[in-house]
């Protein structure tokens, strides 16, 4: 399996505050990587610079390189094209409430000059297929706006409306941990069948969850990655005390 995003002594701070301390690690394609690590320790901030969000804060900066493909997304891409290769899904579904189904999901085809209404239909119902939607909101689809949905319908309509721009890589950020365990379940069982199409970087507190759904794994701690690896590895057999300790619960 070939890499989609090699990351190379990332630092990242907001203001004189050092967030991430030399971040390296190489992200495979077509797979699922879990980050996982106490609250604060830089998860978020970690996903963010990769799709140049981080340096939207007041006050951030980011140092080192990030290559997806052939690019460092920092000197040969500007943000607005690194964010269409690289979509985002948040812990709060954030659809754009007044706004149909339809429209929810066409939004980031329209803002890239997209007016046809054939184009548009196809790519609306296929990203929706793809978020394992279509099915429940065919019949609304210019009718229901995005906040009449449930939550878990709501972020599997983000997921769809982060699917719609084709992106090569997909970033969750605790993408289920607002939702009840069904519509849990449902974003799971999603991760699965995107990985075969996208790179998959999810942000979870749940280490069941990294361990179902991710290849890789990566124990952040204080803004250091303290160890990447394989999955199971890292669940069964880790090379870090730090690591044994959180993964066994004796902190964090
Ligand atoms: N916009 C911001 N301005 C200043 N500091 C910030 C900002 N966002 C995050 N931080 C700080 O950066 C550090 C890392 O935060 P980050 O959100 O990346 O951690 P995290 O591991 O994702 O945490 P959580 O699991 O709680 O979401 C924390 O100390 C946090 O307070």
Redesign the pocket.
Known sequence: MGVAIAVDNLNAW??K?H?LKGITLEIAANSATALI??????????V?CLNRLHET????RVEGTIRIGDEDIYDDASPVEVRRRVGMVFQRPNPFPTMSIYENVAAGLRLGGVAKRAELDEVVERSLRQAALWEEVKDHLRTKSGASLSGGQQQRLCIARALAVDPEVLLM??PASALDPVSTGKIEDLIFELKDDYTIVI?T?SMQQAARVAEDTGF?LS?ELVEFDKTDRIFTNPRDKRTEDYITGRFG
């Not at 690590?37 to 970690?46: E, V």
């Not at 804060?57 to 951030?60: E, I, L």
């Open positions: 907001y203001g505050t967030t690590g106490p609250s604060g320790c830089g998860k978020s901030t970690f963010r804060a007041p006050h951030a950020d605790e942000v507190h952040f803004g």
